[in-house]
């Protein structure tokens, strides 16, 4: 007879050594192979359950623990909006129970536990971008990695910059936030998050600073140079987020002036115009494109989102705006993974705001999957592009303006959130 299976958080400290097990497994990056890993990976862990935002749970079969993940009541500015939006993370299935829809089972919990608590968006980093698609995830926005010169870099006023220590935490909070309400995608950072900013000796911080206010900041790791010896380094950038044009350039100038001791700048960018900047975007492959373009960057797709809620997704954006426009769309949704979603769900739009009517008479009509509908709605694609792609069909093409108007959005999301 098949064992029941129950999805809760962990409580006892056997759990916890189970918890590890998995972990350890699962992510062999972790490189636990003695006991005092085994233990930094249990603490880490139990430290990240303790902030008020994260949980950690196990599926549990026959009293013994099958799988694992970690759970964030995230907070992301979309559309102007903050809403929540459940995180998925840290996935993992013991090695003798691959196979057996223990994962398959986890996402299912984690859905349904966010659409319970009112969110209409969950997000996760897949380890398989395939995997997730066909869970209805669609991508967010892809992220660039350039490598180049400090010399590369513009010229600029550098003298505003400064070392950041714990003592600026909340100005760091504040210029974060600043940046998020105007921006699309980002997410209020955790204290857990904030606590490994400030404790890691091994990150860089500095700030731009006008007038005592924080309006920029750089996060950043030395690391060795390949092949190189102990004085051939590089320096890769964590993070760089700026609230204007002057502290950006300040922050980059600070990096310019690097070039006595550092080799080259690594910096991972979800800008796709950030090779504008550099006096010569070209990256160190030297690898050319037919006919002749130089590789400036790589590109990797990480993020995806899923609609977990159709109508509360709407409820939620009531006061956006989608581009002025005055119509009645039937979207056409089809899902597999979560049926709850599919379907015909018709939108009545006047001077832009949006309102679900299931008796209205639609103008037209679109067709997309839940995993296309969520790259939409979060902005990190468009519908002319899902329409020229055949991701999207309407059934009236006069309408294709309106209806692309209707969901663009700029600028496009940004997530600085890692989980």
Known sequence: MKQERVIRPLQTEAEWEQYTTIAVNAYPAFRATDEAARRRVKERAQQMHADPIATIYGLFEAEEMRGIMRLFDFTMRLRGVNMLVGGLGGVGVDLLHKKERVAYDMVQYFQAHYREKGAALTALYPFRPDFYKQMGY?????????????ANLPQGNRHNVCLLDDFH????????????????????????????IFTNQTLHKFGYWVEGQLRGYLIFTFEPAPDGNFLRNNIAVRTLLYEDAAALRGLLAFLRVQ?????????????????????????????????????SNVQGVGIMYRVIDVPRLFE????????????????????SFWPVCAGEWIVSVENGRATLNPNAQPDVEI???????????????????LLAYGLAQISDTAYADTVHQLFYTSPKPICHTAF
Do not use: W
């Open 259 to 295: 070039a006595d001791q550092i080799e080259k700048i690594i910096i991972n960018t979800q800008e796709e115009d950030f090779h504008l900047l550099l006096q010569d975007p070209r990256n160190d492959s030297q690898n050319l494109i037919p006919s002749v373009y130089h590789e």
């Open 169 to 196: 935490r909340q100005e760091l909070v504040d210029c974060y936030q600043r940046i998020m309400m105007a921006g699309n995608g980002m997410m209020i950072p955790s204290n857990y998050e904030l606590d490994s």
């Open 138 to 150: 669609g991508y967010g926005r892809k992220i660039n990695q350039y490598r180049f010169s400090p």
């Open 316 to 335: 939620l954006l009531a006061d956006h705006n989608f581009g002025g426009q005055s119509c009645t769309v039937q979207i056409n949704l089809t899902d």
């Open 367 to 385: 067709s997309l999957d839940i995993a296309e509908f969520a790259s939409l709605i979060i902005g990190a694609t468009t519908f002319r592009t």
